[in-house]
């Protein structure tokens, strides 16, 4: 069972950036899309970004367009979320994900039961 490692997660001022990082090790090509996703205290967990790992696509979910990026380093087997402007209702635990079974094919890769493979999370706080 391959495991992902999220790191880069604190607590940062609202308005400010941050960037986390998900390592991926293992066949990176073997995934078909590798997403981002958030929980917040009593919400379900939502997703934020995705991208194919083939062409590059790229997916997000409206509430975060235009402040979030979603980038990856086949060579490094890494994802990263670049999130700026940041707002105190992002505050959440942030999971990557991987989908090894190209659950997501034809489909905006933003649901998190089309994911099979995820990490622990990384806890970001905003505060205003």
């Known amino acids: 069972q391959e495991q992902l490692v999220e790191s880069g997660g604190g607590s940062v001022h609202a308005g400010g950036s941050l960037r986390i990082t998900c390592a991926a090790p293992?066949?990176?090509?073997?995934?078909?899309?590798m997403g981002w996703f958030r929980q917040a205290p009593g919400k379900e967990r939502e997703g934020v970004a995705a991208?194919?790992?083939?062409?590059?696509?790229?997916y997000y979910a409206d509430s975060v367009k235009g402040r979030f990026t979603i980038s990856q380093d086949n060579a490094k087997n890494t994802l990263y979320l670049q999130i700026n402007s940041l707002k105190p209702e992002d505050t959440a635990v942030y999971y990557c994900?991987?989908?090894?079974?190209?659950?997501?094919?034809?489909?905006?890769?933003?649901?998190?039961?089309?994911?099979?493979?995820w990490g622990q999370g990384t806890q970001v706080t905003i505060s205003s």
């Open positions: 994900a991987a989908d090894t079974e190209a659950r997501n094919m034809g489909e905006v890769p933003l649901d998190p039961t089309r994911f099979d493979v």
């Open positions: 293992g066949e990176y090509y073997k995934r078909y899309c």
């Open positions: 991208i194919s790992t083939g062409d590059g696509s790229t």
